[in-house]
């Protein structure tokens, strides 16, 4: 059992920094490569996590997290092995995972499923900030001049996850609907191999396969991806070690029956690989998968159970707990979990 051999207290760091995060960026980030097995190693950066293995031709890096990781991996990379980057493959399109790629294309082809081409497209021109919904609405609402577009001077002091720049795709220094809707995306190398159900690539002899997960909740556009002859799978977000799904936004998609379902096919497979490696949390294997799992079937009976027996939101929100759970990170989220799995089963 190879469990929590990296630190949980490293886990929190950076979840809780701002919305626009350049005033909160100065500390140094905690970052570190860990030998997995054979050939394959995970690389951290604060609470992310990425991954690559070594082939005499070259690297695969599975999500570059962002350009300040992205340059500081490849110079480890370059010292270490002395072997380019051929390939970066991504997770997803999220920008707290995929961006920073643009660091490794000289050598590089990026890797990911096709559905990402359209998550990172631009909506149309006539969006507008009252066109935002979702996790970024807020964003919207900082316009406080109602000019349609939003200042830096708006965005000043208040919280979101991702740098302002990160969602000013076209650099002029405002972010209009279409931008915000968007999402912080503006740091993703695009895509240049996509693929709809099953990829293998190949490099020195080792493999990394690429199968897509399906449509659910996290995004559309999930790669689940496997190093065979490490016996290593790795997944992102859809599943986490050690840390409760994030606050209500992990639920926000819907399509949670859909979610579950990739979970259990996730945990079948896991069974095959002597290691599963995520996004977020420790290195581990198929019984993280399992706990994963359960822990919905938790919150899901206990949210269920509530609202048939005419328990209030509220009070559901105030008192329910899932004390198996209570060593993982974010369990202070519980309440916020409550609030999805509400909106799952009632919307
Ligand atoms: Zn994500």
Known sequence: MIKNTLSLALTLSVLLVGFFSSSSGQEVPQRVITHVTGDFYRAQNNNHNSAFLVTPEG??????LNEDFAEWLKQELDERFGVPVRYVLYSHHHWDHASGGAVFEDTAQFVGHANMLTHL???PDST????VIGQYAPVAALDTNANGQIEPSEAAGNDTDAPFSAFDANGDGLLSGAEVLRGPLSQVRPPTITYQNKLEITLGGKRAILEWVGEMNHSLDMSRIIFPEESVM???DYITFGRLPYRELDYELGMFQEWMAAIREAEETSKNYEYVTTGHGPLGNWENVTEWRV?????HEVVATGITEGRSLAEMRENIRIPEYEHWTGYNWLHENVLGMYHFLTD
Do not use: R
């Open 59 to 64: 690297i695969i890096v599975v999500d570059p």
């Open 121 to 123: 497209a631009m909506p």
């Open 128 to 131: 507008t900030l009252s066109d």
């Open 234 to 236: 790795m997944v992102v």
């Open 295 to 299: 822990y919905f079937e938790k919150l």
